[in-house]
């Protein structure tokens, strides 16, 4: 068995970028099965930091192949900035990165659907990134999509055509105040494909699934988080892709049977973009402080997050989802310092307690339980192994390990590819 996976486990940034490019040395290839440029992952490493949209975190490794599954939505215009961004770091990405015939575009107009559908949800809105994401996969499971493999097709601006024109018939609809300019969208749009058809797209299924019978290792990375799942996360507040293990499956097109290792990756405390529940969340000068810290500001849109204690009930049901087999703790160093740390091990939920995820989070019916835990003084950031933790984090370590029942291996204690401890 040679697929592993690497998901988010709350509402996304939770440090993917960083621990799949920790990885990726390990693996031939990496990767990409959902989401699209709503993901922002960010890489830091020799004095230098990077976030990457669409493209898997491998890119920077010599060694790695990248691939982009079907299951991904690709925006040429941000993808073609994407790949411009990476001209700095000389990388030869017409030979390192190769794109599923199966995926589907995002068109000019489903960012303009997005943006319609949110303005016309008033306060309801669902803070998307406004990257077209939900129109792009209501077109795909609708049977309307544009894909990849189109591109090779000499009738496809008919087919885009015949699909920007329902879409502005449809932005009409919503009968809001939106501003665009469809034909210099159109102009940016057309010269990204040019630029993107300059790619191989492949079937990408096939390449996977024979690689896997060639030996190699492939590492699936996952984009937002478990709690941003279509089906699982904190509904209607979510993306619109499977961000769960079984997302990687449909994703790539690789059996259940193929995937070893599933790596959880959530941060010591929470956070969350966008509108939605959350239980844990901090409005007091804590939450500020958490905020501070860890700059925690979106890395695609650059709004604030919303930070919080750790939520285990929340926790505990995304490693259940997702199988995960290995936990990788991000920003402990943030915590330093702080007076008492506090995780929820519990919800009280319309008066009764309890510690499963249920149906309905919103703030009417739950409220959290606490456990406090001693929070260490130690600046961890310069700590090199697991012996230099402070005792009161390894107290809190055990103690997540013991309610998840699953060990973390990786304790990341600052944004730097060097600050990752191993357990
Ligand atoms: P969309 O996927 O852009 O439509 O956004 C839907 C929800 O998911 C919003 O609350 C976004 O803030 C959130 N979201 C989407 N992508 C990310 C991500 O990469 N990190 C964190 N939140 C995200």
Redesign the pocket.
């Known amino acids: 068995m040679a697929v592993d996976l690497l998901l988010g486990l709350q ?3 939770e440090g993917k970028g960083k621990i799949v490019d920790v990885l990726t040395r390990d693996y031939d290839i990496i990767a990409r099965f959902q ?1 699209g440029p ?3 992952h960010t890489l830091e490493f020799d004095g230098i930091k990077h976030v990457l949209r669409t493209i898997p975190s491998g890119i920077f490794h010599k060694k790695a192949m990248n691939v982009i599954g079907n299951g991904v939505v690709i925006d040429p215009v941000v993808f073609v900035k994407e790949l411009e961004g990476l001209d700095q770091f000389d990388i030869d990405y017409k030979a390192k990165l190769i794109i599923s015939r199966k995926a589907h575009l995002i068109l000019p107009t489903h960012r303009l659907l ?1 943006a319609a559908s949110e303005a016309s949800k008033g306060k309801a809105k ?6 077209g ?2 129109p792009t996969y209501m077109d795909k499971t609708g049977r309307n999509g544009m894909r990849i493999g189109d591109l090779e097709l000499d009738s496809w601006k008919e087919k885009y055509r015949h699909l920007a024109d329902k879409h502005e018939a449809m932005i009409s609809f919503y009968n809001v105040d939106i501003q665009y300019d469809l034909e210099e969208m159109e102009v940016e749009f057309f010269d990204a494909v040019e630029r993107l058809k300059e790619l191989t797209f492949i079937d990408s299924e096939e390449y996977l699934n024979e690689a896997i019978k060639a030996g190699k290792t492939i590492l699936a990375e996952g ?3 478990s709690l ?1 799942d279509i089906d699982f996360g904190t509904y209607p ?4 892709s499977n961000t769960t293990a079984a997302g990687a499956c449909t994703g790539l097109g690789i059996a259940p049977n193929k995937v070893k290792e599933v790596f959880g990756i959530f941060k010591a405390y929470t956070t969350r ?4 529940p959350f239980p844990t969340e901090l409005f007091d000068e804590v939450g500020a402080e958490m905020a501070k810290v860890g700059h925690e500001f ?1 890395a ?1 849109t650059g709004r604030p997050r919303r930070c919080g204690w750790l939520d285990l009930v929340a926790l505990k049901y995304a490693c259940q989802v997702n199988g995960v087999t290995q936990l990788n703790m991000m920003k402990g160093d943030v915590l330093s310092g702080f007076d008492s740390l506090q995780v929820c091990t519990a919800y009280e939920y319309k008066g009764k307690t309890i510690t499963h995820f249920p149906y309905n989070i919103e703030p009417e019916n739950v409220t959290p339980i606490y456990t406090e835990f001693p929070c260490w003084k130690e600046d961890l950031t310069k700590m090199t192994s697991a012996d230099q933790l402070p005792k009161e984090l390894n107290e809190y370590i055990d103690f997540l390990e013991k309610e998840l029942e699953v060990p973390i291996k990786i304790v990341s204690v600052g944004p730097d590819r060097t600050q990752t401890i191993l357990r």
Do not use: E, Y
């Open positions: 509402w996304g940034d989401g709503n993901a922002g997005d669902i803070g998307s990134t406004l990257k994401i939900g984009a937002q988080g941003l507040f979510v993306t619109s973009v966008g509108s939605g979106g695609v």
